[in-house]
T-cell receptor, first 115, second 111 residues
Framework: GAVVSQHPSWVICKSGTSVKIECRSL??????MFWYRQFPKQSLMLMAT?????????EQGVEKDKFLINHASLTLSTLTVTSAHPEDSSFYIC???????????FGSGTQLSVL | GENVEQHPSTLSVQEGDSAVIKCTYS??????FPWYKQELGKGPQLIID?????GEKKDQRIAVTLNKTAKHFSLHITETQPEDSAVYFC??????????FGSGTRLQVQP
């Protein structure tokens, strides 16, 4: 299957700093990428959908100015958590799909801990 | 939006037994029905999927059955092994590809 690489796998930061998470499709062109967050023992919740070259579409209740998403190329999307606070601590996961594809391929996730 | 319910929330079986997890959805436009396995600290991994024009699909020890009339589909794992222990999610899709995930089923296979 297709490979989606997500980095870093974990990050610890101080409150007020910004953190960038990268999601790369290694062997296919990802026309659409999705970002999720997952709290312990809970399901994945969609945060936003991004298409290459256009602005991301955010789900209701997700602050677009806090969670900046950039999908500048067909193989890379980034999620920046700006001015992170302890309540932003969570497991963030990206997924990607290619043009015309229905299968989603997920990254390995990033555990963010904000002190 | 899609309402997805998944049962049971936890399931403990003995090694070698079968496990069945059921997913009920609300949107009749759903046409793609995947199951994902998530191990601790990792992203979900697609293990099997089925489209709406097929009633059943099998891949070795794993199978998925679909009842579109009743709007539910199930994951069947036979001859369970300890490495099958994980959280399993259903995610019926209408084509939007963003997926609404079920609440998850934590499967524990006792050796």
């Amino acid at each position: 299957g297709a490979v989606v690489s997500q980095h870093p796998s974990w990050v610890i930061c101080k409150s007020g700093t910004s953190v960038k998470i990268e999601c790369r499709s290694l062997d296919f062109q990802a026309t659409t990428m999705f970002w999720y967050r997952q709290f312990p023992k809970q399901s994945l919740m969609l945060m936003a959908t991004s298409n290459e070259g256009s602005k991301a579409t955010y789900e209701q209740g997700v602050e677009k100015d806090k969670f900046l998403i950039n999908h500048a190329s067909l193989t890379l999307s980034t999620l920046t958590v700006t001015s992170a606070h302890p309540e932003d601590s969570s497991f963030y996961i990206c997924s990607a799909t290619g043009q015309g594809g229905e299968k989603l391929f997920f990254g390995s996730g990033t555990q963010l801990s904000v002190l | 939006g899609e309402n997805v319910e998944q049962h049971p929330s936890t399931l403990s079986v003995q090694e070698g037994d079968s496990a069945v997890i059921k997913c009920t959805y609300s949107d009749s436009a759903s046409n793609y029905f995947p199951w994902y396995k998530q191990e601790l600290g990792k992203g979900p991994q697609l293990i099997i999927d089925i489209r709406s024009n097929v009633g059943e699909k099998k891949d070795q020890r794993i199978a998925v059955t679909l009842n579109k009339t009743a709007k539910h589909f199930s994951l069947h794992i036979t001859e369970t092994q300890p490495e099958d222990s994980a959280v399993y999610f259903c995610a019926p899709d209408t084509g939007r590809r963003a997926l609404t995930f079920g609440s998850g089923t934590r499967l524990q296979v006792q050796p």
